[in-house]
């Protein structure tokens, strides 16, 4: 089992900045790959960017590669998501994810078995 806590979530105008945490507790030492999803009302939960734990390797979604990165400190078994140039069209509930399992569509939602709480990322106009 995993155990995720996010935070950093907020309200920010268009433009500005934030920067989500999310801390693993448990079996992190099996952690194959980590990532941020994202759910808007009334849309399905999206895949927003993923690292592999050991490997380094990242995925982005093209909405927010060059201004999302995704990063890690595997000493703290902590994954990061550090938001830049942030638009309205990003508000949704921010969900971190935790996979012990490989594959090739390891940054998809469905390989996630284990997700924090969520944060509320509001980005005003």
């Known amino acids: 089992q995993v155990q995720l806590v996010e935070s950093g979530g907020g309200v920010v105008q268009a433009g500005g900045s934030l920067r989500l945490s999310c801390a693993a507790s448990?079996?992190?030492?099996?952690?194959?790959?980590m990532g941020w999803f994202r759910q808007a009302p009334g849309k399905e939960r999206e895949s927003v960017a993923a690292?592999?734990?050991?490997?380094?390797?990242?995925y982005y979604a093209d909405s927010v590669r060059a201004r999302f990165t995704i990063s890690r400190d595997i000493a703290k078994s902590t994954v990061y998501l550090q938001m830049n140039s942030l638009k309205p069209e990003d508000t949704a509930v921010y969900y971190c994810?935790?996979?012990?399992?490989?594959?090739?569509?390891?940054?998809?939602?469905?390989?996630?078995?284990?997700w924090g709480q969520g944060t509320q990322v509001t980005v005003s106009s």
């Open positions: 690292i592999r734990w050991y490997a380094g390797s990242t």
């Open positions: 994810g935790a996979t012990l399992r490989s594959g090739s569509r390891w940054w998809a939602r469905d390989a996630y078995d284990y």
């Open positions: 448990g079996r992190t030492a099996s952690t194959y790959a």
